[in-house]
């Protein structure tokens, strides 16, 4: 019985650390916007990422192209493709942050 309950407790702790590697960042971070640009090159998207950049704040510009450099090797390494709806959203995302 006592080996049953170990073996949940090792499924429930890798799926919790499976969980926590999938959490995105929050909107209005440097990270979330490099994210819906990797997201948007991903989809085949027409990407302004300079204006994307620009309006960044000055101080967060460094996070913005880290992470977007991180996602690009991750993006490159492992493309997916994007349905409709992703497609239609991340435009939308998109068209926001450069008009920020």
């Not at 991180?70 to 068209?95: H, I, M």
Request: aromatic share 4%.
């Amino acid at each position: 019985m006592s080996f049953a309950k170990s073996c949940l407790a090792g499924l429930s702790l890798l799926a919790l650390a499976a969980c926590s590697s999938t959490i995105t960042a929050l909107p209005g971070t440097p990270e979330y916007a490099a994210a819906q640009v990797s997201r948007g090159y991903d989809c085949g998207l027409r990407v302004d990422r300079q204006g994307v950049l620009a309006r960044v704040a000055r101080e967060d510009r460094q996070r913005f192209v880290s992470t977007s450099a991180s996602l690009a090797v991750k993006s490159y390494k492992a493309p997916r493709r994007c349905e409709a709806a992703e497609r239609l959203a991340v435009q939308r995302e998109l068209a926001l942050l450069t008009r920020r």
